[in-house]
């Protein structure tokens, strides 16, 4: 029997199976629909279907490097186990493969790509490694990045990818240096790389809360004012980067730091797994209690 797209539709929506696992059940089952859903079912790939509507805020940041480009992704899934399992970690190599390779804008775009251009599409490959691995797992995000010869790229992963950070020192190919950079956003977690990055709005804002905060104190208004832009200096020096004691150094600005290397940071990129996302509430012993009642 001829399989067709309506049918391959219909059995996608019944498992929730990639449209090629469903074409090729479908294939293998002579167009047989009950046959083919029992077949996905003793791949074991119609059960990634059950976990789509499950939380995953675990899971791991990854950079991967390949010349003049790297890419930072997060990928997620329900327990920091899965993060030490060697399917997943093949699961972040691939990807991080595919994301140099392919350079997708979107993780939407991404999904909808063939594995390094010329596999199956990127969404069934994940879904087949969720059936096998057994938790939802997720492309979230990611960024790609480009340099020149003359450049270096920070790459820097803190609690074996809980915090994934790259930088690109341009101008300087020191790497170490870079890495250093990287290492202390992971660890300081600035909000900005530099005072002019700020809008008028929050700086304004912060003045006015610094001002209210100084007369409440009873301190002399003539001198709240200067009061004030002292504050504010320390203010910036808290959220951006340039202006942070150095982590490794904290006799000298991050700023300084990288002048000496000849180089000039223009940004970062820092991740941090499951930031924003809503987290289970489920404590170790009832995920185990959990596990055992299945």
């Not at 994301?99 to 909808?112: D, F, G, H, N, R």
Request: with cysteine; proline share 1%; glycine share 8%.
């Amino acid at each position: 029997m001829a399989v067709n797209a309506k049918m391959v539709k219909e059995l996608r929506e019944k498992t929730g199976a990639g449209m090629m696992d469903c074409k090729k059940a479908l294939t293998e089952t002579d167009g047989d629909m009950e046959k083919a859903v029992d077949w996905l079912r003793e791949k074991g790939i119609s059960k990634a279907a059950k976990k789509a509507d499950r939380i995953a805020a675990e899971g791991s940041a990854a950079i991967k490097v390949s010349g003049n480009t790297a890419v930072l992704f997060e990928v997620n899934c329900e327990t920091d186990f899965v993060t030490k399992n060697d399917q997943f970690k093949q699961l972040l190599e691939d990807l991080g493969q595919h994301l140099l390779s392919q350079k997708p804008a979107t993780v939407e775009e991404a999904l909808q790509q063939k594995l390094h251009g010329e596999g199956e599409v990127l969404n069934d490959y994940i879904t087949e490694r969720v059936a096998k691995i057994g938790e939802k797992i997720s492309l979230r995000r990611f960024v790609i990045k480009e340099k020149t010869d003359n450049d270096a790229f920070g790459a820097y992963l803190h609690m074996g990818g809980n915090i994934g950070v790259l930088t690109v020192l341009e101008g300087s190919t020191d790497e170490q240096a870079a890495k250093d950079v990287a290492m202390h956003v992971a660890a300081v977690n600035p909000r900005y790389l530099s005072q002019d990055q700020i809008s008028e709005e929050e700086v304004n804002s912060e003045r006015e809360m610094l001002k209210t905060q100084a007369l409440n104190e009873g301190k002399p208004e003539n001198i709240v004012e200067k009061m004030v832009e002292g504050r504010l200096n320390k203010f910036f020096q808290e959220i951006c980067l340039l202006e942070q004691d150095f982590v490794k150094d904290p006799d000298q600005k991050v700023k300084k730091f990288v002048e000496s290397t000849g180089g000039k940071i223009t940004g970062f990129d820092r991740f941090e797994v499951g930031e924003g996302m809503e987290k289970r509430e489920e404590n170790f012993a009832d995920e185990v209690m959990s596990q055992v009642k299945k």
